[in-house]
């Protein structure tokens, strides 16, 4: 069967409406995604258009991918120029864009190397061999005991072995059987993770802000303890910053808010600049050592555009100009969504630009409430029953961010 004939505008663009597009989607794409009726055309900056022209604030970021803005200017340039040169060559051979990518983004990061693949789950799923590897090789656990402390609540994407230690059933629901080797305990809870680890522990691989679950923020002391506990203990300390990190908590990483170093950190989303995928594990050489020639890799993983693009991200954060936004933008959004509790809101969770905001149920699901806001030309995402999540693009101005809270307050009050 061949496909029907398309037409397209001068641009490329498919030019069928919205509504049409929304109906093609239906009978050809698998349902595993349940997006709001909202199909994008075009995007600058903090705002996205539709295919009929109307403009929407994006207050999600594509989940934080987008930290740096849509089609920001000097990651475009960056992307426009390496197309122009050079794309692939896979890992078979070396290409000039690795080295420095892989240079700064250490230096960034305050370790030592970096392993480069291309999504989250990519970078999670190589984590785990890497500390598996180390547990066997440097610490000596027996073959095949090797186990991995990780936190209810988690969300470190979709592959089988991530789903094996996720506590969302729906995320597991019909895909055992699963990976061994993964213990869960409660998040933000220092003594049930002392008890959990043992001679057999590899790693604990948390996340420093639970996003997906809702922007869970731990106790002060938490991630510091984490750390103690895990050195006490000689096992790695993982961090999955693939949400949390690159500026979107008002630091660099979100470790840093307790002045701590993962043994291995775990990067994704935003280091592609809302472009390529890009993802990495960011580690200590001995413990990155322990992967040899044959062991590991990807076809994409360091590729000479992502690793370009790559690099200009890392030339953004290095100016702290991002950094600085969502800190002191943050104190706007913190504000600002204080002033709702009591009025629609019944709490939220903030660090820097990213928030998790429970909305009364009597007013609406965090999919009403999505939809309401989607009418008044506001983007944003909801998770978990009535919480919505906010995460705009690092680059979104007060007035654009205060102008967002007067529509979540306007939809509150006018119910959906
Ligand atoms: C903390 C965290 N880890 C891993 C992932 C998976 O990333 P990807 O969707 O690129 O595989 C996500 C995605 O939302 C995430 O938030």
């Given at each position: 069967m061949t496909a029907p004939a398309r037409a397209t505008t001068s641009a490329g663009a498919d030019a069928r409406s919205s509504e049409e597009l929304i109906r093609a989607e239906e009978p050809v794409l698998a349902h595993n995604y349940h997006p709001l009726p909202v199909?994008?055309?075009?995007?600058?900056?903090?705002?996205?258009?539709?295919?009929?022209?109307?403009?929407?604030?994006?207050?999600?970021?594509g989940y934080s991918a987008l930290n740096f803005g849509h089609r920001n200017p000097v990651l475009i340039e960056a992307a426009h120029r390496q197309l122009d040169r050079l794309t692939l060559t896979s890992r078979a051979f070396h290409n000039d864009q690795l080295a420095g990518f892989a240079e700064s983004l250490a230096?960034?990061?305050?370790?030592?190397?970096?392993?480069?693949?291309?999504?989250?789950?990519?970078?999670?799923?190589s984590a785990v061999k890497v500390a598996r590897k180390w547990a066997y090789e440097v610490k000596g656990v027996e073959p095949g005991r090797a186990t991995i402390v990780v936190a209810a609540?988690?969300?470190?994407?979709?592959?089988?072995?991530?789903?094996?230690?996720?506590?969302?059933?729906?995320?597991?629901?019909?895909?055992?059987?699963?990976?061994?080797?993964?213990?869960?305990?409660?998040?933000?809870?220092?003594?049930?993770?002392?008890?959990?680890?043992?001679?057999?522990?590899?790693?604990?691989?948390?996340?420093?802000?639970?996003?997906?679950?809702?922007?869970?923020?731990?106790?002060?002391?938490?991630?510091?303890?984490?750390?103690?506990?895990?050195?006490?203990?000689?096992?790695?300390?993982?961090?999955?910053?693939?949400?949390?990190?690159?500026?979107?908590?008002?630091?660099t990483l979100a470790v840093?808010?307790?002045?701590?170093?993962?043994?291995?950190?775990?990067?994704?989303?935003?280091?592609?600049?809302?472009?390529?995928?890009?993802?990495?594990?960011?580690?200590r050489r001995d413990v990155l050592s322990v992967l040899r020639p044959g062991e590991h890799g990807s076809t994409f993983g360091g590729n000479p555009l992502a690793a370009a693009v790559g690099s200009a991200v890392v030339g953004l954060l290095e100016t702290g100009e991002y950094q600085r936004r969502a800190a002191e933008l943050g104190v706007v959004l913190r504000d600002g969504l204080a002033a709702l509790v009591g009025r629609g809101v019944e709490g939220f969770r903030s660090r820097g630009l990213w928030a998790g905001v429970d909305i009364d149920p009597s007013i609406g699901t965090g999919r009403e409430i999505s939809q309401g806001?989607?009418?008044?030309?506001?983007?944003?995402?909801?998770?978990?029953?009535?919480?919505?999540?906010?995460?705009?693009?690092?680059?979104?101005?007060?007035?654009?961010?205060?102008?967002?809270?007067?529509s979540l307050e306007k939809v509150l009050t006018r119910g959906v």
């Open positions: 199909v994008v055309a075009r995007a600058e900056g903090t705002w996205v258009e539709d295919v009929e022209g109307r403009r929407y604030l994006d207050m999600l970021a230096a960034l990061t305050g370790l030592d190397m970096v392993l480069p693949m291309n999504t989250g789950a990519e970078a999670v799923e609540g988690n969300f470190h994407g979709r592959t089988t072995t991530i789903v094996s230690f996720s506590t969302d059933e729906s995320a597991r629901e019909g895909f055992g059987p699963f990976t061994p080797g993964f213990r869960v305990v409660p998040y933000n809870d220092l003594a049930a993770l002392e008890a959990a680890i043992d001679e057999t522990t590899a790693a604990v691989l948390i996340e420093p802000v639970q996003g997906e679950a809702g922007v869970i923020i731990p106790d002060d002391g938490y991630l510091a303890g984490v750390r103690e506990l895990t050195r006490r203990a000689g096992c790695l300390f993982v961090a999955d910053e693939i949400q949390s990190g690159l500026g979107r908590t008002g630091t840093e808010h307790e002045s701590v170093v993962p043994d291995l950190l775990l990067l994704g989303k935003a280091l592609g600049g809302g472009i390529v995928p890009v993802s990495a594990v960011v580690g806001l989607m009418d008044e030309g506001i983007l944003v995402k909801d998770t978990h029953g009535s919480t919505i999540r906010l995460a705009p693009p690092l680059t979104i101005t007060a007035e654009e961010l205060l102008s967002a809270l007067g």
